[in-house]
């Protein structure tokens, strides 16, 4: 059985100390009036993904090419945001095999796209060196890091067609694992 209700009235706080037994009245919980017992609950099916932050999907993203990117414009393709730096060595190892991933892949909806937080000049002048072909966004201040709680690098962020963050991964990966 399954209680429903539309609102909690109240809610008791009391203290208890650490290591202590807890009293079976500290786990007490009257229903409010109104509330009702149901036989079943329908509840949608788990997607395994949880929703983007309103401020990513509204942020604006300029590439190193000046091209706009809006997250929210991408939805129906998976996008792989790859979160790096030009001093990061993993970052740099892991790149020749997101563009394999980009060329094998972009026909079929995957979208991969860098995040940079430095300097444009120095991703650049960097990226002069490479024969990459997926697009770099600026992130100018860091926001969109921020938004996506990194603090270490390099760090993949999946985000399916339904615009929904299904992985997050730090660290150098392996082909297999990316595949």
């Known amino acids: ?57 509204q942020m604006p993203l ?38 394999e991933m980009h060329l094998r892949y972009k026909d079929k909806g995957l979208i991969v796209a860098g995040v940079n937080q430095e300097p444009e000049r120095l991703q650049t002048d960097f990226l002069e060196k490479k024969n990459l072909t997926y697009p770099m966004l600026l992130d100018n201040g860091g926001m969109l890091t921020r938004q996506f709680r990194v603090v270490e690098l390099p760090v993949l962020v999946v985000i399916d067609r339904r615009g929904r963050i299904v992985e997050i991964e730090k660290g150098l990966q392996k082909k297999d694992d990316l595949e």
Not at 27 to 51: E, I, V, Y
Not at 69 to 98: H, N, Q, Y
């Open 1 to 57: 059985k399954t209680l429903l209700c539309d609102a909690v009235d109240e809610l008791k706080l009391s203290s208890f100390h650490i290591n202590e037994a807890l009293p079976d009245s500290a786990l007490q919980f009257d229903p409010p009036r109104g509330t009702r017992m149901a036989d079943s609950l329908n509840l949608p099916d788990s997607d395994n993904g949880f929703a983007l932050p309103a401020a990513v999907e």
């Open 62 to 99: 300029m590439s190193l090419q000046g091209q706009r990117f809006s997250i929210t414009e991408m939805r129906g393709s998976v996008l792989l945001l790859d979160f790096w730096a030009t001093w990061c060595v993993p970052c740099r190892k892991g790149m020749a095999l997101l563009e």
